[in-house]
């Protein structure tokens, strides 16, 4: 099945540092992927949603220019979390939607790994 | 995007087997009910998706009864590994719709 990662699988940063995440579709390629957050015992909430070639469109709360999303190729997202606070400290999952998924039995979003941040 | 309801939690014990219900009263014609499965400190895992009636691979069946305003997701026969949050969700396949996730049914299996 298609596999989606993401680099680093954790990470731990000072406050007031950038911290930089890559979501890769390794076998597909992927126009939208999606940036959710998870903290411990919650469900994961969307974040943005990454366009190839596009900027990406941010939910509701979520501040655009504290979480950078960058789309430059049709197998690699990246979200910047710029000076980042104790607060932002959460586990970062991307998701990845195959782009010729169009008319296969199975339509669906392929998820990473997720990344652990700490921010101290 | 539905709304979906589930059970916060449910516990089992290996061997049985498993039913976890989802109500999505709002659910529009163009949706497909998916199911995703989440280990701690793990991204979710696709299970099962369907628009109707019955589906099923080789971990899991999904039922959807006529009127599509609820599914449940059957585990046959669970494991200790099968202790996991269990999300459902509904949305339009054809389109890069985002996906809501609500809060999951957190499944406990026990020896």
């Known amino acids: 099945g298609a596999v989606v990662s993401q680099h680093p699988s954790w990470v731990i940063c000072k406050s007031g540092t950038s911290v930089k995440i890559e979501c890769r579709s390794l076998?597909?390629?992927?126009?939208?992927m999606f940036w959710y957050r998870q903290f411990p015992k919650q469900s994961l909430m969307l974040m943005a949603t990454?366009?190839?070639?596009?900027?990406?469109?941010?939910e509701q709360g979520v501040e655009k220019d504290k979480f950078l999303i960058n789309h430059a190729s049709l197998t690699l997202s990246t979200l910047t979390v710029t000076s980042a606070h104790p607060e932002d400290s959460s586990f970062y999952i991307c998701?990845?939607?195959?782009?010729?998924?169009?008319?296969?039995?199975?339509?669906?979003?392929?998820f990473g790994p997720g990344t652990r941040l700490t921010v101290l | 995007l539905a709304k979906t309801t589930q059970p916060i939690s449910m516990d089992s014990y290996e061997g049985q087997e498993v039913n976890i219900t989802c109500s999505h009263n709002?659910?529009?014609?163009?949706?497909?009910i998916t199911w995703y499965q989440q280990f701690p400190s793990q991204g979710p895992r696709f299970i099962i998706q369907?628009?109707?009636t019955k589906v099923t691979n080789e971990v899991a069946s999904l039922f959807i009864p006529a009127d599509r305003k609820s599914s449940t997701l059957s585990l046959p026969r669970v494991s200790l590994s099968d202790t996991a949050v269990y999300y459902c969700?509904?949305?339009?396949?054809?389109?890069?719709?985002?996906?809501?996730f609500g809060t999951g049914t957190r499944l406990l299996v026990s020896p």
């Open positions: 998701s990845a939607r195959d782009r010729l998924a169009g008319g296969r039995d199975t339509d669906t979003q392929y």
């Open positions: 076998d597909f390629q992927a126009t939208t």
């Open positions: 990454s366009n190839e070639g596009s900027k990406a469109t941010y």
């Open positions: 709002n659910i529009a014609t163009n949706d497909y």
């Open positions: 369907g628009y109707k």
């Open positions: 969700l509904v949305g339009y396949r054809g389109g890069f719709q985002k996906l809501v």
